[in-house]
C-alpha cells in the first residue's frame, strides 16, 4: 500500500489554506488545484510556503515531514514572504492583514494602486514598508478616487496623501544630506591628493545605480522624470548630480522631454538652478570651514614652536 502524506497546501495570498492527504506530489497538485480552485489544466509549481523553495522532486517530497505547507502557485504568480511588524518582531498573522484574494488575483486586472490602497485599509502602518514608487503612485491618485477606495471622506483621503508625501520628502531629503556629504568627503579627498578637477567637469555625466531603468529618449532615469513631474517643489527631491544634468540641458531639451510649455519648463529650470547654486554654497561653505580649521591648526602649531624655541634657556660657560 502506497504511503500517504498529510500536509496543507494554500494559494500565493495565502487567504485560502486546505489540509490535503496525498500520496504523491503529482497528487498534491491535483487535489490543491481542485481545493483552490484552479482550473485542472492550469499549469502550477509547488513551493515551500515558509520560505519559497521550489518542490519538484518526488524523494524530496516524500521526504519532508508532515503537515508540512505547500503553496501552488500559477505561471505568472511568485513567492513573497509574510511581511512582518514592529521591527520584525511580530507577523501579521491577522486575517484582515491579507489582502482580499479578487484584489490581488492577477486575472483581476485590478490598478497597482488600488492594492496599495487595500493594504492601507486593512493597516496606515504599512505606509512604512512601501517603496518610493508606490507612495508616489497613491500621491498621484485623484483625491476623490483614493477616498473612495479607501472608504474614507475626501477630507481624509487628502490628509492622508499629505502625509504620504510628508513621507517621500523626508526620504529624498536623508538621500540630499547623504548626497551632500559624499560631495563635501569627495572634495576634501580632492584637496589631500592635489587632483581638483573644474567644478563643471563632467556635470552632464550621471552615475546610473544598478538596475536603473533609463528613459532612452530623454537619457534621465526613470525616477529623475517621476519626481520631475510631481506635485510638489521637485527640485528638492532630486540629487545633486540631477540638478546639474537637469540645468544643462536647458529649457529648450527639457520642454521635449516633460511635454510642458516655455513658461512651466522656465520656471522648474529656476528652481533647479536655484536649489543646485544653494546646494554648491554649501558644499564651499564646509570646504571653507575645513581649510580654516586646518590653517590654524597650522598657525598655532607653529606658534606652538616658536615659543617653545623662546623658552629654551641658552647653553654656554658661565
Known sequence: MTEVKPCKVCNFTRQKSYGLVVPSLEQLKIKGCEFLGFSADAPVSVVLEDDGTIVE???????????TKFMLLHEKETWSAVRRIDGGTAWM????MVLEADAVDSASGAEPWRILAQQLKQDLASIILMSEAELQALVDIPCPELASALGFQEKKAEQLQE?????LDRREEERQSKDLLQLYLKAVEREDTQEMEPSQEGAGDVDMPDGMEVDSASGFMTRTLMVLKGKTSPETRLSTEELQMVVSRGVETMEQVL???????SGLLQACEAELTRRLQQVQAMHSLSSHTQLDGNQQSNEKSAKDSQDTPATGSK
Open 93 to 96: 498573522t491577522r486575517e484582515s
Open 57 to 67: 522532486d518526488e524523494a524530496y517530497f516524500l521526504c519532508l515531514p508532515t503537515n
Open 163 to 167: 502625509t504620504l508625501q510628508r513621507v
Open 259 to 265: 511635454g510642458w510649455d516655455r513658461e512651466r519648463t
